[in-house]
């Protein structure tokens, strides 16, 4: 009787001791869990003022249609980090290269910048969540090569911008996905054209058009790692 005594004492300590460590374990983990996660992420954007066109023909020389560029469009693409403070409130910072660029038989037109990005936010539920940050874009250049007529290269100064952001959280994918809307102006800063010949000049600044209107919505993608 005391040998079966001993065994169920042992066998009581024993699962005792384990429930214990697994506690142990699963408080170990939260606490060690890390507040940053890393991503990268692609996105689309659509907006602002039309920079130039291009038209395009088929091979019979009919018309099959034109593409423009904007000054908000096309494709955003980087990498961030997120900081969790707490289950309602993190912020995240973006790295990224904004561009559109199109080409044809006789032209090609690209516009291209680099953007830096704080945005906080605040999580509404598991799934979405909500942030108003600023948003940096740095070298905005505008190049149009219209091939033995003209070539141009717009520069403008770097600008600032609220963004305004809605994401939307899928567990199962490591990501979440990202609803956008910039409300961004570029001021010109210079430009140089080569005409037909060789002959080049530079406009100054106060002769050359006003603000340009670079305002996008976009959506992007973001994996999470």
């Known amino acids: 009787?005391?040998?079966?005594?001993?065994?169920?004492?042992?066998?009581?300590?024993?699962?005792?001791?384990?429930?214990?460590?697994?506690?142990?374990?699963?408080?170990?983990?939260?606490?060690?869990?890390?507040?940053?996660?890393?991503?990268?992420?692609?996105?689309?954007?659509?907006?602002?003022?039309?920079l130039a066109s291009i038209s395009y023909e088929d091979d019979k020389?009919?018309?099959?249609?034109?593409?423009?560029?904007?000054?908000?469009?096309?494709?955003?693409?980087?990498?961030?980090?997120?900081?969790?403070?707490?289950?309602?409130?993190?912020?995240?910072?973006?790295?990224?290269?904004?561009?559109?660029?199109?080409?044809?038989?006789?032209?090609?037109?690209?516009?291209?910048r680099y953007v830096l990005e704080a945005v906080p936010y605040y999580h509404i539920n598991e799934k979405f969540k909500f942030g108003i940050g600023l948003t940096l874009h740095l070298n905005p250049e505008f190049e149009?090569?219209?091939?033995?007529?003209?070539?141009?290269?717009?520069?403008?100064?770097?600008?600032?911008?609220?963004?305004?952001?809605?994401?939307?959280?899928?567990?199962?994918?490591?990501s979440w996905f990202e609803l956008r809307y910039v409300p961004m102006d570029y001021t010109i800063k210079s430009q140089k054209v080569t005409q037909l010949l060789g002959q080049r000049m530079s406009l100054p600044a106060e002769v050359l058009d006003k603000d340009v209107d670079a305002s996008h919505i976009g959506i992007s993608w973001h994996y999470q790692f």
């Open 144 to 174: 149009f090569d219209y091939t033995n007529i003209v070539t141009s290269k717009t520069e403008y100064d770097n600008a600032a911008a609220a963004v305004f952001s809605l994401g939307y959280k899928v567990e199962h994918m490591n």
């Open 61 to 112: 020389g009919k018309d099959a249609g034109s593409e423009n560029i904007k000054a908000g469009d096309f494709l955003n693409i980087g990498a961030g980090v997120e900081y969790t403070f707490n289950k309602a409130w993190s912020v995240q910072s973006n790295v990224g290269y904004f561009f559109d660029t199109d080409s044809a038989d006789n032209a090609d037109i690209e516009i291209t």
């Open 1 to 50: 009787m005391e040998l079966t005594n001993m065994k169920y004492t042992l066998s009581a300590l024993s699962l005792a001791a384990l429930f214990s460590f697994n506690a142990t374990a699963e408080q170990s983990e939260q606490v060690t869990e890390s507040p940053f996660k890393f991503s990268v992420f692609a996105g689309i954007t659509d907006g602002g003022d039309k």
